[in-house]
C-alpha cells in the first residue's frame, strides 16, 4: 500500500518531459528503499486553460491540496494570455492559496558541469535563495490598476510572513552550517536605502537575529548583490529576499552553474509543499527531447528530505541523499548535456542518473 500520496502536476512545455524523467528516479529509489511513494498526475496549465476555460480547477486544487507533496514541472505559455496581457500563472495561485511563503532555490555548482566564472572558487558556489513567495510586489497579481495614462502595482510584506520567513532563513542557515560543518550566515537582500518597506524588514531580521546568536547576519542592496553574485558568489551562504527580487536573482544564480536545468526548488508552507525547478517551459526547446530534467530531479529529492524531516523517516533522508550523489557522480562520470554545450538530451540525462543511483 501507498503510504505517501504525491501530486504530480506535469504543467506545459517541457514540463512533462522533465517529470517524467525524475518519476523514473523516483520509482527506482523508492522500489530500492520500499518509500511506499504513490503518484497521482493531475492536469493544469496554460493548454489546460486553453482547452477547458481553467488553468487550475477547483477540483484539482483540492486534490492536489490534500497530498503529502506536489511534484510540478512548469507551467505557462507566451501564446496563451489573459485579456490584460498577463500569462495564466497557476503555480502563483498555488503559492498564495497554500500560503507557500518560503521558497527555498538552492545553488550547488556541481562536480563536472562547466561553469561560466574562470576562478577555480566557482566549484565551491553554494548558497540558498530564499525567496518571500506569496507577497512583495507579486501580492499585486490581477490587482494592477491600469489606465490609459497611468499604471499602479502594491508591494506588500505583513509582519507575519516575514517573521516566518526570518525564522525560516536563520533555521535554514543552521541546519546548512551543521551539515557543511561550517559558519552559517543570513544576508538579507533589499532595497532599505530607497524603500519604508525595506527599512522594516531589516528591522524586522533583526529581531529574530537574537534569537540565533551561532548565525552571523548582514544586509545588502539587492542591486549590489546581482554584482556581487557574479564577482564573488562563493562568499554567500542564505540570501533571503522579497519575491520579485528572489524571482530575478534566482535567474541569474542558475546561469552560475550552468543554466536553468540546474536549479531546483521548494515552495515551502506550514503542512503543504511544492516542489519544481526554478525554470519555466522553455518553448525554445520543447517537445525536442533535449531539456535537462536536474533542477527536477534534485527538486524531487528536496521533496523526500522535507518529508523526511517531517516523519522522521531516515530511508527517505537516504534516499534524498542517493539522488543527489547519483546527479553529481553522472556528471563527473562525463554526462553533458545541451543546455551546457553537450549532445545528451533528457533521455540519455534520465538514464545517466539512473545507471548512477548506487
Ligand atoms: N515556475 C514556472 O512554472 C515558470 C514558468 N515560466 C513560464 O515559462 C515560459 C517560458 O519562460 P522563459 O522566460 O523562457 O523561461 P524558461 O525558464 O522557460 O527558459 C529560459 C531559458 O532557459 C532554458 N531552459 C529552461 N529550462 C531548461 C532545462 N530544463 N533544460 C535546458 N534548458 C532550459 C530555456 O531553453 C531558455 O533558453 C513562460 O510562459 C513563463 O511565464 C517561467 C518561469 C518559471
Ligand atoms: C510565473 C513565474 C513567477 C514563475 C517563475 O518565474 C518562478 O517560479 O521563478
Ligand atoms: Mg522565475
Given at each position: 500500500?501507498?503510504?505517501?500520496?504525491?501530486?504530480?502536476?506535469?504543467?506545459?512545455?517541457?514540463?512533462?518531459?522533465?517529470?517524467?524523467?525524475?518519476?523514473?528516479?523516483?520509482?527506482?529509489?523508492?522500489?530500492?528503499?520500499?518509500?511506499?511513494?504513490?503518484?497521482?498526475?493531475?492536469?493544469?496549465?496554460?493548454?489546460?486553460?486553453?482547452?477547458?476555460?481553467?488553468?487550475?480547477?477547483?477540483?484539482?486544487?483540492?486534490?492536489a491540496?490534500k497530498?503529502?507533496?506536489?511534484?510540478?514541472?512548469?507551467?505557462?505559455?507566451?501564446?496563451?494570455?489573459?485579456?490584460?496581457?498577463?500569462?495564466?500563472?497557476?503555480?502563483?495561485?498555488?503559492?498564495?492559496?497554500?500560503?507557500?511563503?518560503?521558497?527555498?532555490?538552492?545553488?550547488?555548482?556541481?562536480?563536472?558541469?562547466?561553469?561560466?566564472?574562470?576562478?577555480?572558487?566557482?566549484?565551491?558556489?553554494?548558497?540558498?535563495i530564499?525567496?518571500?513567495?506569496?507577497?512583495?510586489?507579486?501580492?499585486?497579481?490581477?490587482?494592477?490598476?491600469?489606465?490609459?495614462?497611468?499604471?499602479?502595482?502594491?508591494?506588500?510584506?505583513?509582519?507575519?510572513?516575514?517573521?516566518?520567513?526570518?525564522?525560516?532563513?536563520?533555521?535554514?542557515?543552521?541546519q546548512r552550517?551543521?551539515?557543511?560543518?561550517?559558519?552559517?550566515?543570513?544576508?538579507?537582500?533589499?532595497?532599505?536605502?530607497?524603500f519604508?518597506?525595506?527599512?522594516?524588514?531589516?528591522?524586522?531580521?533583526q529581531?529574530?537575529a537574537?534569537d540565533?546568536?551561532?548565525?552571523?547576519?548582514?544586509?545588502?542592496?539587492?542591486d549590489?548583490?546581482?554584482?556581487?553574485?557574479?564577482?564573488?558568489?562563493?562568499?554567500?551562504?542564505?540570501?533571503?529576499?522579497?519575491?520579485?527580487?528572489?524571482?530575478i536573482?534566482?535567474?541569474?544564480?542558475?546561469?552560475?552553474?550552468?543554466?536553468?536545468?540546474?536549479?531546483?526548488?521548494?515552495?515551502?508552507?506550514?503542512?503543504?509543499?511544492?516542489?519544481?525547478?526554478?525554470?519555466?517551459?522553455?518553448?525554445?526547446?520543447?517537445?525536442?527531447?533535449?531539456a535537462?530534467?536536474?533542477?527536477t530531479?534534485?527538486?524531487?529529492?528536496?521533496m523526500?528530505?522535507?518529508l523526511?524531516?517531517?516523519?522522521a523517516?531516515?530511508?527517505?533522508?537516504?534516499?534524498?541523499?542517493e539522488?543527489?550523489a547519483?546527479?553529481?557522480?553522472?556528471?563527473?562520470?562525463?554526462?553533458?548535456?545541451?543546455?551546457?554545450?553537450?549532445?545528451?538530451g533528457?533521455?540519455?540525462?534520465?538514464?545517466?542518473?539512473?545507471?548512477?543511483?548506487?
Open positions: 500500500m501507498n503510504s505517501y500520496d504525491i501530486a504530480v502536476l506535469a504543467g506545459d512545455g517541457i514540463g512533462p518531459e522533465v517529470v517524467e524523467a525524475t518519476l523514473a528516479v523516483l520509482r527506482k529509489v523508492d522500489a530500492r528503499h520500499s518509500l511506499g511513494l504513490g503518484f497521482t498526475e493531475l492536469r493544469a496549465g496554460a493548454f489546460a486553460y486553453r482547452d477547458t476555460g481553467t488553468d487550475l480547477s477547483d477540483e484539482v486544487f483540492d486534490r491540496r497530498a503529502d507533496a506536489i511534484l510540478l514541472g512548469a507551467m505557462g505559455w507566451p501564446g496563451i494570455r489573459h485579456a490584460d496581457g498577463t500569462e495564466l500563472a497557476p503555480q502563483i495561485t498555488l503559492r498564495q492559496r497554500l500560503d507557500l511563503f518560503g521558497g527555498v532555490r538552492p545553488i550547488r555548482a556541481i562536480p563536472g558541469v562547466p561553469l561560466p566564472l574562470v576562478d577555480p572558487r566557482a566549484a565551491k558556489i553554494d548558497f540558498v530564499l525567496r518571500e513567495s506569496t507577497e512583495g510586489l507579486f501580492f499585486s497579481k490581477d490587482k494592477g490598476v491600469v489606465t490609459r495614462d497611468q499604471a499602479e502595482e502594491t508591494l506588500r510584506m505583513t509582519r507575519g510572513t516575514s517573521l516566518r520567513l526570518a525564522r525560516m532563513a536563520f533555521d535554514l542557515a543552521g552550517a551543521r551539515r557543511l560543518g561550517r559558519s552559517g550566515r543570513v544576508t538579507l537582500v533589499d532595497k532599505a536605502n530607497v519604508r518597506a525595506f527599512a522594516w524588514l531589516r528591522q524586522i531580521f529581531e529574530v537574537v540565533y546568536p551561532e548565525v552571523r547576519h548582514d544586509a545588502a542592496y539587492v549590489a548583490m546581482a554584482l556581487d553574485l557574479i564577482r564573488r558568489p562563493w562568499d554567500f551562504d542564505l540570501l533571503p529576499t522579497e519575491n520579485m527580487f528572489g524571482d536573482l534566482s535567474d541569474l544564480a542558475a546561469g552560475l552553474i550552468g543554466g536553468m536545468g540546474f536549479a531546483p526548488s521548494a515552495d515551502l508552507g506550514e503542512g503543504h509543499a511544492v516542489f519544481q525547478p526554478s525554470h519555466g517551459t522553455a518553448p525554445d526547446i520543447a517537445g525536442k527531447g533535449k535537462n530534467p536536474t533542477a530531479i534534485l527538486s524531487a529529492a528536496m523526500l528530505e522535507w523526511a524531516m517531517r516523519d523517516g531516515d530511508a527517505m533522508a537516504e534516499a534524498a541523499q539522488i543527489r547519483a546527479v553529481d557522480a553522472a556528471f563527473s562520470e562525463g554526462l553533458r548535456t545541451a543546455d551546457i554545450g553537450g549532445t545528451s533528457t533521455a540519455e540525462a534520465t538514464r545517466a542518473v539512473l545507471s548512477a543511483l548506487r
